[in-house]
């Protein structure tokens, strides 16, 4: 491996360098086979020493240099439509569509968006961020332009890197296959998604992927099948071609795609350009649907993910910043000290914390990860279930700790959910440990298997709040607004470590129906943990600091915001009342009346849309509660995420931004307050 990475090397410093003259994908016009395979080789150097240093999605990348140079050196781009499934590993695709200049502010505040977005180039077609959907856009776009509606072009989908184990890339083959719409699918076949794939899908393109032993027999085997003795190859040739055609098909690597009536070519060496510009120009001329299967090396060119097996790979599907030195992995003497974001996707090993841990504080999801273990030890019916993203939720650990209670599900949020239902029916006390933002995929199943049939299925919420570099399509801003509105389920949110390990301990207990609770991303708060996990009082707020005129009521990490406005409050001269509600649903109805009766001025403050959110909760409470009353209660200010997408960025600024801070919270108090504030 590393003598091909050195003749890379050597191949990409003897040819022409070409990067400098691409401003955009009309300039790979002209280029031949050698040219176009220096130009991927000086594409992934530039992506090694660039996002080494600042860091950000890495391996994927590395392997899709030499498809995206065929692509944009075949297609026409934008009027030929290329869309790149997930989005991080279309790094490459960027720097050939004129952003190679910005290639240095990707993930960065203000800079280029993480992944694709129609809002940054009009060569990205969609917007992406979460898995397995290229398909489905790509026969919509192609059966618009059958129609005459748009400007007619060709579409190819690029998945992979584990995006085809979701569900809907599967119905989008199958509607293509029954319109027989002219796309061509590649399959970005790399054995990774984020952390190893897993199910009978991969498995089998492992068996088939470069292993000649299946080509001899699909070249072979119908010359042999006429050969058989006993007269049995007469008698198959008599029988026809049909019968021929259904015996060989069993040794034919692509059965599965031609079942669908898509056609298959596979497997190309996807770093061989000359060969993937071939494969595709056949496709395409075949106006008809075709996956190209590709083979690619995740992490190509970058020794400790090539030489690291599937956990190279999966320690390379993002690179830290100053991770990488004069295109090497930096040694322990030559790594900086940290600095804030890594990844958001990434397994926990490489991630660096968003924020100075306070007095070595922990990340949430390793306090997460760790109590699940023991819970599960605890009680054999725990089961922990996660969607590809077992590094990033933390059950690698259940996964090492006691594996016969672990179960990963692949990029398929809505088996997850079902599959889960099918434990909670038997028994069992699942906990789906999913980003709040993929959990959204899921929303049919939430409602219709789980809250309807209160069903004890407990959903462990990551990221929830404003994720960081990773930007809208990772934002968790929307579960509480999807979870408040539906029957049975229990919704709530830690304030800080020691009661996210109580509320995971009051999740599994509980017995009456699902229970949902959320917690941020990165570093938490510093506080004591519990010796012992204790049970929540479900529905109970708690009281945190007693005051007068003014109501903090914080949910989740709008517990920390709320303390910190009291404590600039305080330097004003006022004293504020805090309280952690703890739970939206059902919400603490008698300490929202107290606070609302007792004071002139309540703030609710959740890191979440307001529309349908908490403070939506506590408003529509109060006046309910306060109809037929004649005293006056207080006015309600409401503080959360804006009616918007949010940018990416490092958290602090995305929050000074949004105006979600401790700050900026006191200035609307005391704005709203005015002239009264002394008196």
Not at 517 to 528: L, S
Not at 584 to 606: R, V, W
């Amino acid at each position: 491996m590393s003598d091909q990475h050195d003749s890379d090397s050597r191949t990409s410093e003897r040819a022409e360098r070409l990067l400098h003259t691409i401003k955009g994908p009309d300039d790979l016009s002209g280029l031949d086979d050698e040219q176009l395979q220096g130009l991927a080789q000086e594409v992934r150097e530039l992506i090694i020493d660039t996002i080494g240093e600042i860091g950000g999605h890495f391996g994927a990348n590395l392997g899709t240099c030499e498809l995206a140079v065929a692509l944009h050196s075949l297609l026409d781009s934008p009027r030929d439509k290329i869309l790149w499934d997930v989005g991080h590993q279309a790094y490459p695709h960027k720097v050939l569509t004129g952003r190679r200049d910005e290639l240095g502010t990707i993930r960065q505040y203000e800079g280029l968006a993480p992944f694709c977005s129609v809002f940054e180039s009009e060569h990205d077609i969609m917007g992406a961020g979460h898995a397995s959907t290229s398909i489905g856009y790509a026969v919509g776009l192609k059966e618009a332009m059958r129609k005459g509606i748009g400007e007619d072009g060709r579409v190819a989908a690029v998945i992979g890197d584990g995006a085809l184990t979701g569900g809907v890339a599967y119905e989008a083959m199958h509607q293509a296959g029954g319109l027989q719409t002219p796309i061509v699918i590649i399959l970005n076949d790399n054995g990774m998604s984020i952390s190893p794939n897993v199910g009978a899908l991969s498995r089998y393109f492992n068996r088939v992927r470069l292993n000649p032993r299946w080509y001899d027999a699909r070249s072979k085997t119908e010359e042999r099948l006429t050969h058989l003795p006993l007269g049995l190859g007469r008698r198959l040739e008599r029988l026809g071609p049909e019968v021929k055609a259904a015996i060989k098909a069993y040794w034919a690597p692509g059965l599965f795609f031609e079942e669908l009536d898509l056609a298959y070519v596979g497997v190309i060496d996807g770093h061989d350009v000359g060969a993937v510009r071939s494969a595709l120009e056949d496709a395409f001329a075949a106006e008809r649907p075709v996956v190209v299967h590709i083979h690619t090396v995740k992490g190509k060119g970058f020794q400790p993910a090539e030489e690291g097996g599937l956990e190279g790979m999966e320690k390379w599907h993002a690179a830290k910043p100053g991770s990488i030195v004069n295109g090497k992995a930096a040694t322990k003497k030559e790594e900086p000290k940290p600095v804030p974001v890594s990844e958001s996707d990434s397994p926990e090993k490489i991630e660096k914390l968003e924020k100075p841990p306070p007095k070595g504080a922990p990340q949430y999801t390793a306090v997460f990860a760790e109590a699940l273990v023991e819970e599960a030890k605890r009680d054999g019916r725990v089961i922990g279930i996660t969607a590809a993203m077992a590094g990033g939720t933390g059950l690698d650990k259940l996964q090492k700790a006691l594996p016969e209670q672990y179960y990963d599900v692949g990029i398929a949020e809505q088996d997850a959910v079902l599959f889960a239902s099918g434990l909670s029916i038997q028994g069992a006390k699942p906990v789906c440990a999913i980003y709040s933002t993929f959990l959204q995929r899921a929303f049919d199943q939430i409602v219709h298997d789980v809250c309807l049939q209160k069903l004890n299925v407990v959903f462990a919420m990551d990221r929830a709040g404003l994720v960081g570099d990773d930007g809208p399509t990772h934002h968790g801003a929307f579960d509480v607004s999807y979870f408040r509105p539906l029957p049975n389920v229990v919704v709530m949110a830690p304030r800080d470590e020691a009661q996210l390990v109580h509320m995971l301990r009051t999740a599994l207990a509980h017995d009456a129906g699902p229970v949902a609770f959320r917690y941020p991303r990165g570093a938490a708060e510093g506080a004591p943990m519990p010796d012992t996990p204790k049970e929540i009082e479900i529905g109970k707020g708690e009281m945190l600091l007693p005051g007068d005129r003014i109501a903090l009521l914080g949910y989740g990490y709008g517990v920390q915001v709320a303390l910190r406005a009291a404590e600039v409050l305080r330097n004003k001269g006022l004293e504020p009342t805090v309280a952690d509600a703890r739970f939206a649903k059902p919400l603490d109805g008698e300490l929202a009346e107290e606070l609302a009766a007792n004071h002139e001025l309540l703030i609710t403050i959740e890191e979440s849309v307001l529309p349908g959110g908490f403070g939506s909760a506590v408003l529509e409470h109060l006046e309910d509660a306060f109809a037929d009353r004649s005293e006056d209660r207080a006015r309600v200010m409401r503080v959360g995420l804006p009616d918007r997408y949010v940018t990416h960025g490092k958290p602090a600024l995305i929050r000074e931004e949004v105006g979600f801070t401790g700050e900026a919270v006191a200035e609307r108090v005391l704005t709203s307050l005015g002239s009264r504030v002394f008196g």
